[in-house]
């Protein structure tokens, strides 16, 4: 395959996750917003990675000025409609490597959102908004795997969802790391930690698989290590790490630094044990895990993108 | 334009070939019609088959309209427009052949020579070089009009980049989902097959030494150009690769594109792109779509470039007119398709014509495209008349004139009624060494405005679906699926 076609491929995948994530981010803040929480908005354009341009922008965080930057905003390239517009602009380029189902269902989330004003989206208008844009992703992700030709183009794709999404899971988690800790608990903590379940579509697996009361280190655990749940660090690194031995496998075994560390970084999860992730403190843990997934990400273009 | 040919005819006397359709206009009312016509919109934004328009603000990506009514011709219509068509082709490509050859044709006195060494297209590059399979321009775009039931004219020829078999394509694709009651009852010749004649066309052109395989790949100037959705198209229907100038290198004469896998060799490109930008090295300097040394690996012999550079010497307007003599000298026939008879402002007596007729005239420039630039005499104010004389005397070579057709008009959906709008067609013609092969059709053009002559996509035509009827109807009965037995013996019983 071209290597600007996977390119094009990785960050359609990549974009369309984004526009998920910062939904299921705003949507945990506008949950919170109600519980008089208030820094939850800051919470998620940090998390988000669009707190330096918002507030080059906005200078103060008011709940409306924070939908309108992650949502609308087209100077926030990380925004759900900006997310959509790029990921659209790739598949456009690379139109031919994609299904018309998975084509026609971007193009239609596109057509739909792009002129969306703020009475579309803002105030109680705001999570049936943030529920269709997951809707339209999971339309997406739907249509790539039941359509696609199971050949070099989807694995680029799938690539780049997993990659996002662990870069995404990460990011949550250490928004909230300090409500993490162990010992902490009142109505607030457990209404976040509710709130972060659900943000990873997690609260339900949680009940599944611990079947007890929510608890902190047990909320970790589920998001690092445990491989059932398809939004974990260790499910999504696991997925990477697949996807690259995959096209490698069509490739007669050419492998790179991209695969090497992706090995190494699901190891570490797949064998790791929470308790020394915990004791060097969760958020510095993270902070490395955020910085190493970044890494991947350009590992993996150097290898495939700029090396081919 | 009163007097126009009406394709289906008028009143009662219906063309034999259009009278299921006008059975079916007369019984079905306008406001199923305009229905129809929204849901075509509705298909053709959904598969994002547009277009794009810079510089004119809105929306860049515009949707091409699209007429739900189709455009008919009979088998044997067509049949003598195809050999019409493949000898023009024929002559075409072997007056490219000659002219960065023999010159045969030029010392023979038939052509002036200055109109073609002089000219812009004429790209001395390529003297002396024959192409992979000495096809010069392996796919041409014919652009005809039609004044009357044998009178077909050539408007032009397109042996550059023709573009618009999309829409022949997914025009077809959307009235078989829109209709597929009026398909059973015609036997219409399918155009689905011309991807496959594509690839086939460019397999053919591929250097000796890329084995029966070649590797073919498309290349265009990427996604802003206004064709860059029937790039992909193409691509897909073939199952090749659509390239951009960045995904090509050049390394010892030889091309290759940049893969996931590391580099691969490119045996045949069908290149979307002008001559102009083509190669930094060979053309334009500031050209950034184009491979630097890839005309350097064409005339090596290591690729196929499909059309050839210099191809535009062969479409040009100054040269137009001497393809009826290009098909005697070459082929020792008389042309079956006839040209628009064309006055040549550089010559003295045909200049003098020209000016004193402007009211009764087309008058476009000599080179470029696209319907801009152009006086529609009749429609013309005075001034603008009295500008274009001005024009023609300052620069009488830049400038050639047509009589103005009564162009053939085809019913077509206007708001909510149905009137007769001026139409074209280009066929898309295909060659190698030894076949000239055309898809039965092509793309229909219509011009909506009222009394509008000017067809072209970007001065508001339209387009539509072209059928070559066979003879027979085809019997409705075909056999039917088979369902489960018992619903149909509850309903029985």
């Known amino acids: 395959m071209l290597s600007r076609a996977a390119d094009s491929l990785f960050w359609l995948g990549r974009y369309t996750e984004r526009a998920a994530n910062v939904a299921r981010g705003l949507n945990v803040a506008w949950r919170l917003d109600g519980l008089g929480t208030g820094e939850d908005w800051h919470r998620i354009l940090v998390a988000s990675g669009c707190e330096p341009g918002f507030m080059e922008k906005h200078g103060k965080v008011t709940p409306e000025a924070v939908v309108d930057f992650l949502v609308r905003d087209p100077d926030n390239p990380s925004g759900i409609l900006s997310c959509f517009a790029a990921a659209r602009s790739n598949a456009r380029q690379v139109r031919t490597a994609l299904t018309v189902d998975m084509w026609s269902g971007l193009n239609e989330s596109w057509a739909q959102f792009r002129n969306s004003a703020p009475e579309d989206f803002q105030g109680e208008r705001l999570p049936e908004f943030l529920d269709r844009v997951r ?42 790391h300090d409500m993490l800790k162990p010992g902490s608990n009142g109505t607030v903590e457990f209404a976040q930690w509710q709130a972060i379940l659900q943000s990873v579509s997690a609260l339900r697996a949680y009940h599944w698989i611990f079947r007890e009361r929510l608890d902190p280190a047990r909320i970790a655990e ?67 895990m955020i910085g190493r997934t970044a890494q991947l990400g350009g590992a993996i273009e150097e290898f495939y993108i700029q090396g081919g | 334009m009163g007097s126009a ?100 044709i030029l010392r023979a006195g038939r052509i002036p020579e200055n109109l073609v060494l002089r000219n812009e297209q004429f790209r001395p590059e390529m003297e002396g070089f024959a192409p992979p399979g000495g096809v010069y321009t392996h796919i041409a ?91 992909c198209f193409l691509a897909d229907e073939m199952g090749v690769e659509v390239v951009e100038g960045a995904d090509l290198c050049v390394e010892n004469d030889v091309v290759h594109m940049r893969t996931t896998a590391g580099p691969r060799r490119v045996d045949v490109i069908y290149r979307r792109i002008d001559d102009d930008y083509l190669d930094p090295r060979a053309f334009r300097r500031d050209s950034m779509l184009g491979v630097p040394g890839l005309i350097a690996a064409y005339k090596a ?31 020792g026939e008389e042309p079956r398709l006839a040209n628009v008879p064309t006055y040549l402002c550089e010559r003295d007596e045909d200049r003098a014509y020209v000016l004193s007729h402007l009211d009764e005239l087309v008058v476009k420039l000599a080179q470029g495209s696209g319907g801009y630039g152009m006086l ?42 149905v009137a007769p709008r001026h139409v074209d067609l280009r066929p898309f013609v295909l060659s190698t060494r030894d076949h000239v092969r055309i898809v039965p059709g092509g793309l229909t053009r219509v011009a909506l405005r009222e009394g509008s002559l000017v067809v072209n996509s970007s001065q508001g035509g339209g387009t539509k679906d072209t059928w070559v009827l066979d003879e027979e109807a085809s019997s409705p009965g075909q056999s039917q699926s088979q369902s489960q037995s018992q619903s149909q013996g509850y309903i029985s019983c």
């Open chain 1, 135 to 176: 809707e339209r992703v999971l339309l997406f992700n739907g249509a790539a795997q039941d359509t696609m030709l199971r050949g070099e183009a989807f694995l680029f794709v799938q690539l780049g969802t997993a990659l996002e999404r662990a870069d995404n899971t990460a990011r949550i988690l250490d928004v909230k």
């Open chain 1, 222 to 288: 589920l998001l690092i290590l445990r491989p059932e749940l398809p939004r974990s660090l260790v499910a999504c690194h696991s997925r990477v790490t697949e996807v690259l031995e995959m096209i490698a496998a069509g490739q007669g075994g050419r492998r790179g630094e991209c695969h090497r560390l992706s090995g190494e970084i699901t190891a570490s999860l797949r064998y790791g044990k929470l308790s020394d992730i915990l004791e060097g403190g969760l958020h510095d843990w993270l902070t490395r």
């Open chain 2, 5 to 104: 040919f009406n394709e289906m005819g008028e009143g009662p006397d219906h063309s034999a070939a259009y009278a299921e359709v006008a059975r079916w206009l007369a019984a079905t009312p306008p406001e199923e019609l305009a229905a129809k016509r929204a849901e075509a919109e509705y298909l053709f934004r959904k598969v994002g088959i547009t277009f794009a328009v810079y510089g004119e603000g809105g929306d860049p990506e515009r949707l091409i309209p699209f007429d739900i009514i189709p455009r008919v011709l009979a088998r044997a219509e067509w049949d003598r427009l195809a050999q019409g068509l493949s000898q023009r082709v024929r002559a075409l490509n072997a007056f490219l052949a000659d002219v960065y050859g023999a010159r045969e």
């Open chain 2, 141 to 231: 775009g014919i652009d005809l009009v039609r004044t009357g039931p044998d009178d077909f004219y050539v408007l032009e020829d397109n042996c550059r980049t023709p573009s618009g078999v999309s829409y022949m394509l997914e025009n077809r694709e959307a009235m078989l989902r829109l209709f597929p009651r009026l398909f059973s009852r015609h036997r219409i010749a399918p155009v689905s097959r011309y991807p496959e004649e594509l690839l086939e066309t460019l397999k053919a052109a591929a250097p000796e030494r890329a084995g029966p395989d070649p590797t073919v790949a498309i290349l265009t100037p990427g996604h802003f150009n206004s064709a860059y959705y029937e790039h």
């Open chain 2, 301 to 331: 012999g290591n690729v196929a470039l499909a059309n050839a550079p210099g191809c535009g010497i062969a479409d040009d307007k100054a040269i137009y007119p001497y393809v009826p003599d290009m098909i005697r000298f070459y082929l």
């Open chain 2, 376 to 417: 529609i005499g009749p429609h013309a104010t005075r001034e603008q008349r009295e500008d274009f004389a001005a024009r023609i005397r300052a620069n009488p070579s830049h400038y050639i004139a047509q009589p103005t057709l009564a162009l053939s008009t085809v019913p077509t959906l206007c708001g909510d009624a």
